[in-house]
């Protein structure tokens, strides 16, 4: 009997003391961690704030509006995105101005950064020149208009109208060739029928009719007859509406210092912000504005309304409805 009760004794007492010190151990921890509860909470309190590294003022927008108009006179009268080693800092200083102010007034005025203000206008160049000399190569026509890298080009070109250069000419060259067509069927068949509307249009290029008066003469059936109102509306068919050819319908855009599709589209644009203005139009979609106005897509829309007002279309029409 005594022999069992030792054993059971020199079996439990180690079990005891090992309980005893788990929970000994278990008690320090519990202490520890409630002091650490304690304490952190007031170090975090006393910790300084992080001072902000940019501000939110801005100067009025009187200023911004100013430094903008001054920016697209350079851009639209010097067109100095043509010189390919074009930098904003050397704009800048031109500006009177630093880097870091002209950046922030770009990107808040115009909804673009400074690489993407210069290609803007330089595609907007290309594709005037080419309309003006279809038989330039993609290649001059990048070259042309300041850039060095076809790669940039065709991307540049592809953001800002939907197509490559490439199949932007082509489709250019086709409307040309569809009209030339359809302008040579028209004028055999007034030859047969002896119409005297071929006479009087042959009579006139002999009378040498001015450049002023022959665009007067544009401008009127244009707006008469809302001729831009169609997207696909070409030098050739305009011709033939004032009864001259598209070689000298060229020339008279040249005298008024403006291209084919840069005239057109600004009967569209003034067209597009009518529709855009009219609170009834509210919920009138981007593509059925663009649609309705003659611009071939919301993306040429656009190309030209932030030309002229700084805004792509829906923030234009925001803005006009809120006044």
Known sequence: ?????????????????????????????????????????????????????????????????????????????????????????????????????????IRLKTNKNFCQLVHFYRVREAIRLYADNPDLTISELGKMVGFNSMTTFNTAFGRNTGYTPAEWCK??????????????????????????HLKIMISRKRQGVSYEEHFSK?????VKKKLYLDSGFSRSQLAREVGSNRTYV???LKSQGVGFYDYLNRFRLER???L????????????????????????????????????TASQYRKKILKQ
Do not use: H
């Open 1 to 105: 009997m005594k022999l069992t009760v030792l054993i059971l004794l020199l079996a439990y007492v180690p079990l005891f003391i090992l309980l005893a010190y788990l929970t000994n151990y278990w008690r320090r921890n519990r202490k520890s961690e409630k002091a650490k509860e304690k304490v952190y909470p007031d170090l975090s309190e006393r910790l300084p704030e992080k001072p902000r590294m940019l501000s939110d003022e801005s100067p009025d927008n009187c200023e911004f509006d100013n430094l903008k108009e001054k920016l697209l006179d350079l851009f639209e009268r010097e067109k100095i995105f043509l010189n390919s080693d074009i930098r904003i800092n050397e704009v800048a200083s031109r500006l009177y101005t630093n880097k870091t102010y002209l950046s922030k007034v």
């Open 276 to 311: 855009l203005s009219d609170g009834e139009n509210s919920t009138m979609l981007m593509e059925e504005v663009a649609c309705s106005s003659g611009f071939s897509s919301v993306r040429v829309m656009n190309f030209y309304m932030v030309q002229s007002e700084g805004f």
């Open 218 to 222: 544009m401008e009127e059936v244009i």
């Open 272 to 274: 597009a912000k009518q």
């Open 250 to 252: 060229t020339k008279a």
């Open 171 to 196: 489709e250019y060259r086709k409307t040309l060739q569809n009209g030339e067509k359809e302008s040579r069927k028209k004028q055999r068949l007034l030859l047969i029928k002896g119409n005297s």
